[in-house]
């Protein structure tokens, strides 16, 4: 037990020592509720929470606490089994960009979202170790101007674009 427990700790230090890029910032504006609702995900980089996940998708939702409720879904690509995790997140320093995420308490994640289409049509998220990355989007596909203009964006910030995982959505 105290093995696991050390294990957890210098893992959490080490998070925290992670080379942070200060390009990496979120937006300045972000309306909670016009953000709620359902998104698709476009691509992400690959961890072993989405491993094999087809047809994924995050439901969010304002909660009294005025912290927001997180649904993950998803489809194993080759089973068709659904899996859903469910969260929570909470705004960081006023700031509506800049969430903390969790889906097994006490451990938090960092959720920042650092693209953002004025009509909510798409949304990129990340955190500043750049370990993360979501294109998220209203919709099961993204016009293919507006994914060129995402990534362009991405790889000016030193985004590895080629580890995108593109998510297959039916």
Known sequence: MKYIISSIFILLFLTGCANKDPRIQSVDNLDLQQYTGKWYEIARYEHFFEKNCKNVSATYSIKENKNIKVINRCEDITTNEKKEAIGEAKRVYN?????????FWPFYGDYWVIMLADDYSYAVVSEPTKEY??????TKK??????????????NLDFDTDKLIWTIQE
Do not use: A, G, H, M
């Not at 990355?133 to 209203?138: A, Y």
């Open 95 to 103: 700031k509506n960009s800049k969430l903390k995420v969790t889906f």
């Open 133 to 138: 990355l979501w294109i998220l989007s209203r």
């Open 142 to 155: 993204l016009p293919k101007n507006t994914q060129d203009d995402i990534l362009e964006k991405l790889k």
